[in-house]
C-alpha cells in the first residue's frame, strides 16, 4: 500500500471537513484531529489557513482543467469545444461532490487572491483562449465576459447542484439538453 505524505493529508481532510461544514467554520485545530496530524506539522506545509484553502483550491482548479481537457481539441468547432468543456465540467463535479462543495463555497467568498486568480486563469487557458476566439469570430453575444461566465458557471453550477440534491436524475441526454440550452443563451 502507498502511504499518504502528510500534506496530502491535510489537504483531503480540509475537503471533508469544508465540505461538511463550510469553510468559515473549519478550524486548523479541527483539520489537524480529522488528519491525525499535529497542527505544528500542518504549518510547516501551510503558514495559515488562509494558504491552505488557497491550496486546496488550486488544487482541485488544476484536477478539473486535467480531467476537463482530456478530450479537447483546437481543431474541433468553437460550439464542439464548448459542449466538450462543460460537459467535462458537469461531469467531474458529479464525480467529485466534495469538491464541487469547496469550489461553491471558495468561489462565493472573500478569500481569493489575486494570484490564485492569475494561476487558475493560466491553468484554464484554453477555456479563455475559447472565448476570446468566439467572441473575434462573433459567435456568441457581445457582452462583457465577466456576464457570460456568470451565465454559464450559473446554469452549469446549477445543473450539478440539482443533482447532487436529488432534484434531478443526470443521464447524457440530459447533460446535452442542458448544455445545448446554455449554449443557445449565449450564441449569437
Known sequence: MIKKDKKSIVLESTLELVSEQGIY???MSQISKHAKI???TIYLYFPNKEDLINSLYFNIKTDLADYVFKNYSEDNSIEERFFILFKNIINYFIMHPKEFSFVE???????????????????????????????????IK??????????????TFSIVRLYLKGNIKIDEDIINSGINAIWDSIKR
Not at 107 to 131: Q, T
Not at 145 to 153: C, Q
Open 38 to 40: 499535529a497542527v505544528g
Open 25 to 27: 467554520s473549519t478550524s
Open 105 to 139: 463555497q471558495y468561489v462565493n467568498s472573500s478569500m481569493i487572491p489575486s494570484h490564485i486568480k492569475e494561476e487558475v486563469v493560466d491553468v484554464f487557458k484554453k477555456a479563455n483562449n475559447l472565448f476570446k476566439e468566439a467572441y473575434e469570430k462573433k459567435v
Open 142 to 155: 457581445d457582452l462583457p465576459i465577466e456576464m457570460l461566465i456568470a451565465l454559464i458557471d450559473g446554469a
